[in-house]
C-alpha cells in the first residue's frame, strides 16, 4: 500500500495535479442494487447500472472529482480528460493481489443529445451538454466475481499514513453498509399504469410533424430522420417519484436491456432501460449494434408471426439497413476487420420487436472508446440521415428539448475499456413529475397513425415501471 501512495505522489508532482488511488477488496457474492436507497446514500450522486448481455451490475456513489462541459467539442475534451485521468490513476489491492479487478469502472459518463445553443430553460435547465465524474466508492459485481473499490487523491506532499486511514475509515464503512440490512424504504407502487396523472398529449400536433418531415424526405432533402415527443406524469397528492425503485422495476421488466439510474442530490434523476447499445470495447474488440424497425408485440398474435412480419416489412428493413450502413461507415476508419452480417436478427423486449444488426471490429490504438462514441453519436437509429440535415430539421420541428434522452451513457475502466449506450426508453424524473420520451424513425412512406402507435408502445415501457411512495 505504501508503495502505491508513493507512485501516486510522484505521479502527482510530475503532473501537477493530484493523483488517484483506488483500492480494491473483493465482496462476498452480492447485488449492489440491494444499497439503493440506504440512507447513507442520501444527498449524494448516485449512479445504478445494470448490463444484461454482460451480466455487471454496479453503483457508483459520491463523487471524488467531476467535468462538467458545454459546447461542440465536449467529446474531444472529454477524450483528453479521460486520458489524462488514466495515467493519473493508481489501482491497489487492499491485501490480496488477486482481489484488484481493475475492470471496474474507473468513471461514469453522459452527454446530452445534442449541445444547447443557449442556455437550457426547463426540465433539462440544470444537465449539461457533457458530465464525467470518478465516484468515491463502487460496489461492482461481473458473473461470480463481486468487488468494492475506494478511491482518494493523492497529491505530491500527501501524508501516506494519512491516506491509508482515510481509505480504510472508507472501506469499513463501504463494507458494512453492503454487508448488513439498512433500514426499510417508504412502501412503492406503481404509479397504477401508463395513463395514471398522464398531462395532456398532442395527437394532432404529432401528425403534421410527421407529415411535414415525410414531405421533406419525399423532396430528397432527408432519407431518414427520427422524431421524438415526450409524455409527462403528476405523482398523486401526498407521493412523490421513486426513482431507485423505478429503475428497480425496469430491471426487473425489461431483460436483454441495460438499466441505468443517474440520481443527483437535488432530487432529480434520469432513468432508463435501453436496449441499444452504442459501443463496448475491450482491448482492441469493438462491438456495437445497428437498431432500428419496431413491431408492437401482441399477447393475441404469435411472435413468430409478428417477427416474420417484422422481416418481410420493406419500410423497417430500408430504415434498418440505413443505419447499419451508416455505422459501418463511421467505424472503417477506427477499425479493421469490421465484420457487418448481411442480414438482422429480431430482438424479443418486454413490449415490443426490433430488428438488429451486430458489427464487430478491432480498434485501430489511436482511437479512444470516448472518440468512438464522438464518431458514431448520433446513429441514424436516434437522429436522421444525412445527420447534419436531419438534425437540423429536428431543431426547427421537433418542439422538444431531448435533454440527455437518446444521448450516449456509459462508463470506462483505467485500462480504457468499457462500455456506452444509448439512452432511450428514458424518463426524467423529479419529486412531482415525471416525463418519458419515445421517438421513432420516419421514411418517406411512414404512416402518422403507425408512428403514434409506435411511440406509446415505447413510452409502455417506461410508465408501467414508474413507481411512487409517500413524500
Known sequence: MLAAIERARVLADALGE????????????????????????DGHDVVAWYDDAEDRCFLAVHVLER???QGEARFAQVSAHAAALQARTVDVAWQDAADLDPAVPLAINAFAFATAAAPRQGEWASWPDASLWVPHAVVHRRHARATLVVSEHVAADAVPERIIAELERNLLRVSAAVREPHPARPDCAPLTGPTAGREPVDHDRWQTRVLAARERMRDGAMDKVVLARAESWRAPEGQVFAPFDTAEALRKRQ??????????????????????????????????????????????????????????????????QLVTDTIASALAPMTRSLQVPSAPHIVALADVLHLETSITGQRLPEHSLIDLVGR???????????????????????????????????????????????????????????????????VPDSDPESEWTETLSKLRAVSLALAVHPA
Open 67 to 69: 467535468l462538467n462541459v
Open 18 to 41: 493530484p493523483a488517484v488511488v483506488r483500492v480494491h477488496v473483493r465482496l462476498p457474492q452480492v447485488d449492489p442494487w440491494r444499497l439503493l436507497g440506504h440512507p447513507a446514500l
Open 255 to 320: 431483460a436483454r436491456c441495460t438499466t441505468f439510474a443517474w440520481c443527483r442530490p437535488d432530487g432529480q434523476a434520469f432513468v432508463g432501460a435501453t436496449p441499444e447499445l452504442l459501443v463496448r470495447v475491450s482491448g482492441d474488440h469493438v462491438s456495437t449494434v445497428a437498431f432500428a424497425g419496431t413491431a408492437r408485440r401482441d399477447p393475441n398474435v404469435d411472435d413468430q408471426l409478428l417477427a416474420a412480419r417484422l422481416m418481410d416489412s420493406a419500410k423497417d428493413r430500408h430504415e434498418q
Open 376 to 442: 458514431l453519436h448520433p446513429t441514424p437509429a436516434v437522429g436522421g440521415l444525412p445527420t447534419g440535415a436531419a438534425l437540423r430539421w429536428m431543431a426547427e420541428h421537433e418542439g422538444l428539448d431531448r435533454g440527455w434522452y437518446a444521448g450516449p451513457i456509459g462508463w470506462f475502466d483505467v485500462a480504457g475499456d468499457g462500455a456506452f449506450v444509448v439512452a432511450i426508453r428514458s424518463v426524467l424524473l423529479d419529486r412531482e413529475r415525471a416525463s418519458a420520451f419515445a421517438g421513432c424513425g420516419l
